[in-house]
């Protein structure tokens, strides 16, 4: 008589197999994902190179910054005297008579002048708000170097003409302080901007001519 067979026990794989599969499957869908989503979201290499001119045209300019402010304190200090003697040869408010100025004098002031002109020549190109605080700057040189010539032309006429070349001395003088001051104004601002907080590089004003002057915040000072 034959016995019925035994049905064969199944085998089944072991937990750890099971886990170690599943595991495996996981890890290489996560690398997969994360393949792509790199791939999708990592900066390309234009924009790397992008960031990299941007971060080189940022230090330049800051470099850019420091030396022009140096160089509108050295070409102030050696203003200033122009400034004085013609601010005594021809007050602004007229409540002084004029000075004797000799030709000596006018010299030194055209020897003043024209340094500062040079000291401007051949501007380097630098971030937007950096070339306004420059080309203002520059053209205040070669305003006073106008007016110094100027001047030194009018000491040579006499009677009404004399008169109306010292009153445009006075007027290109004014000029020029105003236009120095708007460079000196902007100069600050880009210091400021730049980490190198307030630097008040402004020329000696007379009150009430129009000027822009410097603000009340100390040297150094990084609060806009």
Avoid: C
């Avoid at 019925?4 to 099971?18: D, E, I, L, S, T």
């Amino acid at each position: 008589m034959n016995r019925p067979r035994q049905p064969m026990p199944v085998r089944r794989p072991p937990v750890w197999g099971r886990v170690l599969a599943l595991t495996a499957a996981f890890a290489l869908g996560a690398s997969v994902a994360g393949g792509v989503v790199f791939g999708m979201t990592r900066p390309s290499s234009i924009e790397q190179m992008a960031d990299q001119i941007r971060a080189e045209s940022a230090l330049r300019d800051k470099e850019q910054i420091k030396t022009l402010t140096e160089l509108a304190r050295t070409t102030r200090d050696r203003l200033v005297p122009l400034l004085d003697g013609l601010g005594r040869a021809l007050p602004a408010d007229g409540t002084a008579g004029p000075a004797v100025v000799t030709a000596a004098d006018v010299e030194n002031w055209r020897k003043a002048a024209t340094a500062a002109v040079e000291g401007f020549a051949d501007p380097p190109s630098g971030e937007t708000a950096t070339n306004v605080a420059r080309s203002s700057l520059t053209s205040a040189v070669r305003q006073l170097a106008t007016t110094v010539d100027t001047y030194a032309a009018a000491r040579d006429l006499t009677g009404p003409a004399r008169t109306a070349a010292m009153d445009l001395v006075v007027r290109q003088r004014a000029d020029a302080v105003f236009t120095w001051s708007v460079g000196a104004t902007a100069l600050d601002a880009v210091n400021v901007d730049a980490g190198y907080g307030h630097q008040h590089v402004f020329l000696p004003t007379s009150p009430g001519e129009g000027e822009l002057t410097p603000d009340a915040e100390p040297e150094g000072n990084h609060d806009s």
